[in-house]
């Protein structure tokens, strides 16, 4: 008999307690326990790792990024003292490669305090080795709200997709909750709650309110949208939000899990597997203006990366390859970073910006 992992005998203490268990809050133990959760005792990134992030495939995204950045700065008015935060760095390599880009703006790199939202102490010891060589102020906080006061430019890439995210299913005539319970086998299983969510109906989209029975939606119920939102429009700056999912909000299960760079059950190995749900654009943009924000997008990866000069930089990278086997390599990478299909991410991913009113329209996305 394969010994049950710590995590899993805790979440089944909590059901058996308390009774059937909100997918948030399994989301949010799986990822986020002190313990045990996914973020906080390993390394996920790379070969070895789970999952590649775009950052990890090529130089160029984060080249791409900190141009993007100084150019925001520019349009800032250029101030003396600007908060780069990202939220989820990973490793650091985007921030290496973006401030490494940023250097033919030496103003601009000379303004940058860095500020790294990060929750674990793994990733966090990883980002600290790769940006030491930087020389430029260094910050690590729990949470965006811990970020002092003062215009900032905020990038999260493939960040919202891990925040936790509630399911509900139609019945007849309302909307329960889906949860997850001990079953008849003893195995963890999806069950649907037998109340119903007061109001539920009234507050979904409109799209979305006559969806058949059976239907999925799912939605965030944290505030890190309306913080980036108000962190924007009280202190100036702007925001960019790199991730995949849909522009519009819509009926349908995203919730997957990814262990070992495959699909796996999401209800295997608590703790031990990558737990994430598609990003629903429009509410996200909705939850960010409400504070006061301007809000871009989302356009298509593959859009925004051409509109910034992926292929020019691509053709140059190319021209210096010291070899044959590296600018296939370049070439690769490139068609990964902006092609279709199963292992292209120029479609599947989307990018929205976010500005305080002054700055006006971010680049890339000037129509």
């Not at 703790?271 to 809000?295: K, P, S």
Request: charged share 20%; aromatic share 8%.
């Amino acid at each position: 008999m394969v010994e049950m992992l710590p995590l899993e005998v805790e979440i089944r203490r909590r059901i058996t307690a308390a009774g059937p268990m909100p997918v948030a809050e399994y989301m949010a133990l799986c990822l986020g326990d002190r313990e045990h959760g996914y973020y906080m005792t390993r390394d996920p990134l790379g070969a070895r790792g789970d999952f590649i992030t775009a950052p990890e495939i090529s130089q160029m995204f984060g080249e791409l990024i900190g141009l993007w950045m100084a150019a925001v700065w520019k349009q800032m008015g250029a101030p003396k003292s600007i908060r780069i935060i990202e939220l989820g760095p990973g490793r650091g390599t985007l921030m290496k490669d973006a401030l490494r880009a940023a250097q033919v703006l030496p103003a601009f790199r000379d303004a940058v305090a860095l500020h790294l939202v990060e929750i674990s102490p793994d990733l966090e010891a990883q980002q600290e080795r790769t940006l030491e060589h930087l020389s430029i102020p260094m910050f690590w906080h729990p949470a965006l709200v811990d970020v002092p006061k003062g215009p900032a430019i905020i990038i999260a890439n493939e960040f919202f997709d891990a925040l936790p995210v509630n399911q509900a299913v139609k019945a007849e005539n309302c909307w329960c909750e889906r949860q997850i319970e001990i079953d008849s086998a003893g195995n963890l299983a999806f069950t649907v709650a037998h109340d119903t969510i007061p109001h539920f109906q009234t507050l979904l989209p409109l799209a979305v309110r006559e969806a058949p029975e059976h239907s999925i939606f799912e939605w965030r119920a944290d505030t890190i949208a309306f913080d980036l939102g108000r962190r924007i429009a009280d202190h100036g700056g702007a925001g960019l939000v790199i991730d995949y999912g849909h522009a519009e909000s819509a009926i349908g299960e995203t919730l997957q899990a990814v262990g070992q760079h495959a699909y796996v059950d999401p209800l295997t190995a608590p703790g031990n597997i990558d737990l994430t749900a598609h990003v629903d654009f429009q509410a996200l943009a909705l939850a960010v203006e409400a504070m006061g924000a301007n809000g871009f997008g989302p356009i298509e990866q593959a859009e925004f990366l051409r509109r910034l000069g992926i292929e020019t930089r691509a053709a140059t990278l190319k021209a210096k390859a010291p070899s044959r086997a590296a600018a296939a390599d370049i070439e690769s990478a490139l068609a990964r970073l902006i092609g279709h299909g199963r292992t292209g991410m120029g479609t599947l991913f989307k990018i929205a910006a976010f500005a305080h009113p002054s700055v006006g329209v971010p680049p890339g996305f000037k129509r």
